[in-house]
């Protein structure tokens, strides 16, 4: 569902397969040379997945920054937010 709002707000966004946790090396190829914003759940496994993602993409992307959304209520998602 996060993946449809934010297309519907016109920008490029993707997820991985499987959810937190499950981030896999050869998703990297893919970021290669791009500007990549990390959008994390609020909660302890959205945090720890972000931030390996962005392990992950560091020194393939171009850039790499985890966005922590501002009022964010506990264990929510970019869906939450928006609304």
């Known amino acids: 569902k996060d993946v449809e709002r934010l297309r519907a707000l016109g920008l490029i966004v993707t997820c ?11 998703y990297n190829e893919h970021f290669a040379g791009r500007t990549v914003a990390v959008l994390c759940d609020n909660d302890e496994p959205g945090r720890k997945h972000g931030a390996d993602v962005a392990r992950n993409l560091a020194g393939v992307a171009a850039s790499v920054k985890v966005v922590e959304l501002p009022g964010l209520r506990p264990k929510g998602d970019v869906s939450d937010w928006i609304d």
Do not use: M
């Open 16 to 26: 991985n397969v499987g959810g937190s946790g499950k981030w896999r090396p050869e």
